[in-house]
């Protein structure tokens, strides 16, 4: 049986990077991947994009309400328009999924499933919570189901572990506002410790 792995950390903390490592190993192998993210996120449109400058178009994008194991479904055998025929296709060793906290849990059970019952490993990306420390949806629904958790690490202004996220408009730190507001569209982000977080929120925490 394959897994369904969890990827986290905050901002800056090379989950991109990671992902597009990942899917040039298997591609180095012979092996054949797809890439997909929500179609949320609208920074770089269809690309994902590291901070490293790397660029890469994904497969897919999974909007709102979409089954994802039907998107993969069609693009894995070939039936989305323009593809080589199905049976041209090999078939696809790993689903490598960014910026997955903005899948909801009913996107994140169909990753499960793609793990469990059709045999495909899936490799998820995101963040935990959001600058407010309350959990995205779907990363909270990866927290519950994913075969294995790893975090991947970066680090405050100050040194330490940086485990939290703030959000800044016009340099200022805001804890008001909708829960997705994507970077570089009037808002931008920072990864900061415990410490330094509470430092910021000056008293609005919680």
């Known amino acids: 049986m394959a897994k369904l792995y969890f990827r986290y950390g905050a901002m800056n903390s090379g989950k991109s990077t990671g992902l597009l490592q990942a899917a040039f190993n298997y591609e180095e192998r012979g092996q054949r991947v797809l890439l997909a993210k929500p179609a949320v996120d609208t920074k770089g449109d269809a690309d994902i994009i590291s901070r490293l ?8 994008l999974i909007g709102p309400g979409e089954s994802v194991r039907d998107l993969f479904a069609a693009h894995a055998t070939g039936q989305e328009p323009g593809s080589l025929a199905a049976m041209e296709l090999p078939p696809v060793a790993c689903l490598l999924v960014d910026e997955a906290q903005f899948l909801t849990g009913e996107q994140v059970e169909d990753l499960f499933r793609l793990a469990v019952s059709d045999n495909v490993p899936v490799l998820a990306y995101g963040i935990r919570t959001d600058f407010r420390t309350r959990a995205f949806a779907g990363s909270a629904r990866l927290l519950e189901l994913a075969h294995t958790l790893e975090e991947l690490k970066t680090i405050c202004r100050c040194g330490r572990k940086a485990v939290l996220t703030t959000r800044t408009v016009g340099g200022q ?28 929120s000056e008293g609005r925490f919680g």
């Open 53 to 60: 400058g790397m660029t890469r178009r994904v497969d897919f």
């Open 173 to 200: 730190v805001v804890l008001d506002g909708t829960q997705v507001a994507i970077d570089g569209q009037q808002v931008a982000y920072e990864s900061r410790c415990g410490r330094c977080y509470l430092e910021v």
